[in-house]
């Protein structure tokens, strides 16, 4: 990972160098510090007019070497009318800014709210610095030559945000740190080359949490096939690396007794199919299939790091699916952990065997409260959903709407699809318990279903981020190949609903 701006936080003042930012609306209000630099300026009506700058949200007006300051460039930043939801509005303007300020060696954020917005100046003053931390990620380690020769350009190397509660900002931020570090671990993580990142390697990664305080126990083949994980081995089998899984525990709970929350990754390091073999193209994207695992270790890393007062439990299933003459083949008969017995119909429906093993082993052991998994896992998630929002499943109707009131306050959005008995019996087998996939139609929905067979009554939720994990659409806050999707996600879920 590329170094990101040092951000840090000050009494708002009028700055004396580098790059200034101020904040406006649509009435082109100021307020406090930034009302102070502008009335300096003389006549802004007059440059907003000439610059055709409204104070519309996004928009800027850019004044190089502005009269009467010893700066370089100030920049007037609109912010609108405040119309848009302020759980993600300043965390957006965040990453706007920093794209505005470019390559300058120092900024100055002044966080003056207009007078005609009413929000707590301290949160959004932390917001926008977690939007520009977002947004100033870069993988760039194989990179030979310039780094900052690249399609996201380079940004500032020192960032201060000024604002009047000073203290009340730097707390506000502590926990939002946290997170954007969980995000740049998941990121690096899921944009590692696969002949880099196969799963022995992402295990040991894994285990660097234990200098968080979290605990990590690490399960080889040989300890898998003791217990019976017949599923997941059965996907690793055709590949000369050996298969892991991973178990993370925070416990943060008062009361060490809790019963955990716990999430689940499906962690495919590279995927080519199997003897099912993909076709060539793009296959190079395959490398991020391991995206669900990569989100659990950093929003693991999150909670620890912030200290969550919650108990929660990440497991992670580490493979590589790969076509040698010892791999799987159609028509194989696997026996799951659950003891369940699975017809292999398609070898690229690899993601579900692995899962399903890792629901079983999560429920049985650790009793959680509940059980989120997230995985790379169909391609029919992009058909129905795009890559606006991840497809989700659930058993429960309250963890369902939690997720989707947590997507809102992040902008991570969820939709969620149906599960159902008529879509259950597409992957009834002749031969065996089930079979790994339903055929066509509905593949999303039958990959949900095979996974509901796994988690024994608790609820639960499924969440397919084929279309938000990787290669996703980038935007003010992401411009990574590997988005780290689901750590503030899921981050958010528990800071609402299950610290004590």
Not at 296 to 317: C, S
Request: charged share 25%.
């Amino acid at each position: 990972m590329a170094s990101t701006p040092k951000i840090a936080f000050a009494k708002s003042s009028i700055p004396t160098k580098g790059v200034a930012v101020v904040l406006t609306d649509s009435n082109l209000g100021f307020s406090g510090s930034s009302k102070a630099l502008i009335d300096g300026l003389g006549d802004f009506a007059r440059i907003a007019a000439a610059a055709k700058f409204t104070g519309k949200a996004g928009s800027s007006v850019d004044i190089v070497a502005p009269k009467g300051t010893e700066l370089d460039r100030l920049i007037v930043f609109g912010l609108g009318r405040g119309e848009g939801d302020p759980a993600t509005e300043w965390v957006k303007t965040g990453g706007q800014i920093l794209g505005k300020i470019g390559s300058a060696e120092a900024a100055t954020i002044l966080v003056d709210i207009p007078p005609g917005l009413d929000d707590a100046p301290a949160q959004a003053a932390a917001d926008i610095a977690l939007g520009a931390r977002l947004r100033a990620y870069k993988f760039d380690r194989y990179k030979t030559k310039s780094k900052s020769d690249d399609e996201n350009g380079a940004c500032a190397s020192s960032l201060t945000i000024a604002v009047e509660d000073e203290s009340a900002a730097k707390k506000a931020w502590k926990p939002k740190h946290a997170i954007a570090q969980g995000v740049d671990i998941a990121r690096d993580l899921v944009n590692e080359p696969s002949n880099v990142l196969y799963p022995e390697e992402f295990a040991k990664r894994a285990n660097q949490l234990v200098d968080d305080g979290v605990e990590v126990e690490i399960l080889d083949e040989k300890a898998l096939k003791k217990i019976g994980m017949g599923a997941l081995l059965g996907v690793g089998q055709g590949s000369e690396k050996e298969s892991r899984v991973v178990i993370m525990r925070w416990n943060g709970a008062k009361d060490s007794k809790e019963r955990p929350v716990a999430f689940i990754g499906k962690g495919v390091t590279f995927d080519t199919g199997g003897i099912s073999i993909k076709p060539a193209a793009s296959m190079e994207d395959m490398k991020g299939d391991m995206a669900g695992a990569a989100c659990v270790v950093g929003l693991m890393h999150a909670l620890a790091t912030r200290k969550a007062k919650v108990n929660a439990i990440g497991v992670i299933g580490l493979a590589e699916n790969m076509p040698d003459g010892n791999a799987q083949r159609p028509g194989d008969i696997v026996t799951s952990l659950s003891g369940q017995t699975i017809e292999i119909i398609n070898t690229d429906a690899e993601g579900r065997l692995v899962l399903g093993d890792v629901l079983w082993y999560t429920q049985d052991r650790f009793k959680p409260a509940f059980m989120v998994n997230l995985a790379t896992l169909t391609g029919a998630i992009l058909v129905a959903l795009g890559q606006e929002y991840a497809g989700l499943f659930s058993n429960n109707d309250e963890l369902s709407e939690r997720l989707h009131a947590a997507g809102k306050a992040t902008g991570e959005r969820v939709w969620r699809l149906p599960l159902d008995p008529a879509y259950d019996k597409m992957i009834d087998s002749k031969f065996a318990d089930m079979k790994n996939t339903g055929g066509r139609y509905g593949g999303s929905i039958t990959a949900a279903q095979f996974l509901q067979r796994f988690v024994n009554g608790t609820p639960w939720a499924h969440l397919d981020i084929a279309g938000t994990g990787m290669g996703s659409l980038q935007n003010d806050i992401n411009k990574s190949w590997g988005s780290g999707w689901g750590v503030r996600l899921l981050n958010q879920l528990v800071a609402d609903h299950y610290e004590g």
